[in-house]
């Protein structure tokens, strides 16, 4: 385990997925079930999709080297493209994300293994080819080490899903949901260059 790519995993994955959808869905879900069993759905259903993309990653790991770089070059750019895209109308659309997750719970009280389970299925559903599951297969694919960036995807996504659990309405009124997407964006920016730079280094 190495952990300087943990490290860089966590900040990469933290920052871009804390204005994600998921974040607004795993608030909502906080507010209808009890938010501890709520972080354990949420937690098993990012358990599952983080190993799925480092299986993923670790296949493509065995690529050339020059078509690693290039393809995780390209999924960051697109990241931070789709990013900055997406933060022009993020704080006019929150309402709408809420309502729609607050729908998928559905309106029937939940307790134990019912919250926990109906947060997994709401939170596998929306992170399914999500942004960090494809950088989370991308930085298994650059640096190839599966371990340590499971290590660190997953626990940036529990530590997303935690303070949504437990912050999530504070910090969305001190923070714009645009501001990160355009924190997010720069950190997959950053990543994009750092790569081209590997591949032109070669």
Known sequence: MDPVVVALTFGAIFLVELPDKTFIATLVLSTKFRPFLVWVGVGLA???QTLIAVGLGKAA???PVEWVRIGAALMFLAGAVLLFREAR???EHEQETEEEYAARAGTTPKSGFAAV???FLVLFAAEWGDLSQLLTLSLVAKYNDHVSV???AWGALLAVSGLACV????LLTRMRLSTLHYVGA???LLLFVVTVVELVRG
């Open 89 to 91: 109308g993020a704080d």
């Open 117 to 119: 389970g109906a947060s």
């Open 61 to 63: 790991a065995q690529l």
């Open 46 to 48: 990012f358990l599952v």
């Open 167 to 170: 912050l999530g309405r504070v």
């Open 150 to 152: 499971f290590i660190g």
């Open 186 to 188: 720069a950190v997959c």
